[in-house]
């Protein structure tokens, strides 16, 4: 499985952006999709998932901004940020779990395959 994460860029505080993961293989629709998001000096954390029947799970602080889903056609798992704040700025990575896929996890040590990440930049 190959994962291919677009759509950082730089925003204002306030402003949102989505965020979209293409995944290979014609078994997309089977696995479990997450989130995470590193900034500079720190751990990579949790931000949201969705498993292969669409049930979510959100980072606490995140709930209610962030929004996750995907398009099983397009072989695609968006994030939707809104309402961005400059401590959201961080690498944001896409991972797919192939195992367990009708569970939502929130450890990276869950997924098996990781994008290469994209940088979204929160000015304030």
């Known amino acids: 499985v190959q994962l291919q994460a677009s759509g950082g860029g730089l925003v204002q505080a306030g402003g949102s952006r989505r965020l979209a993961c293409a995944a290979s293989g014609r078994t997309f629709s089977t696995y479990g999709m997450g989130w995470f998001r590193q900034a500079p000096g720190k751990e990579r954390d949790f931000v949201a998932a969705?498993?292969?029947?669409?049930?979510?799970a959100y980072a606490d602080s995140l709930k209610g901004r962030f929004i996750v889903s995907r398009g099983n056609a397009k072989n695609t798992v968006y994030l939707q940020m809104n309402s961005l704040k400059p401590e959201d700025t961080a690498v944001y990575y896409c991972?797919?779990?192939?195992?367990?896929?009708?569970?939502?996890?929130?450890?990276?040590?869950?997924?098996?395959?990781w994008g290469q990440g994209t940088l979204v930049t929160v000015s304030s």
């Open positions: 969705i498993s292969s029947s669409g049930r979510t």
């Open positions: 991972a797919a779990n192939a195992i367990d896929t009708t569970a939502v996890f929130t450890a990276t040590t869950r997924y098996t395959y």
